[in-house]
Nanobody
Framework: QVQLVESGGGLVQPGGSLRLSCVAS????????MGWYRQAPGKQRELVAT???????NYADSVKGRFTISRDNAKNTVYLQMNSLKPEDTAVYYC????????????WGQGTQVTVSS
């Protein structure tokens, strides 16, 4: 099992910045991909960004150029630096980790609220 704990959400004005953190614990040696997803009220959960253990990244088109995902493997931590925030970025942000070994399970954090409003 892998446990994920997010932090760093909050209320920010449009154009502002926030940095989310997610610390993994447990069987972290089984994890390759980690990432961030978000879910706005009335909408499906969607991918924001992912990063592999080697540092290869993938971003949703809506956040490219504004968000940066990074990872500290020694600390079992993944970060999401969010700049130039827009009201449409308002959502609950979830950390995700995927096993690279059978049974290839996916784990989720409890979520952290990000609200972009003036």
């Amino acid at each position: 099992q892998v446990q994920l704990v997010e932090s760093g959400g909050g209320l920010v004005q449009p154009g502002g910045s926030l940095r989310l953190s997610c610390v993994a614990s447990g069987s972290v040696f089984r994890i390759n991909d980690m990432g961030w997803y978000r879910q706005a009220p009335g909408k499906q959960r969607e991918l924001v960004a992912t990063i592999t253990r080697s540092g290869r990244t993938n971003y949703a088109d809506s956040v490219k150029g504004r968000f940066t995902i990074s990872r500290d493997n020694a600390k079992n931590t993944v970060y999401l630096q969010m700049n130039s925030l827009k009201p449409e970025d308002t959502a609950v942000y979830y950390c995700n980790a995927k096993e690279s070994l059978y049974p290839f399970r996916a784990f989720w954090g409890q979520g952290t609220q990000v609200t972009v409003s003036s």
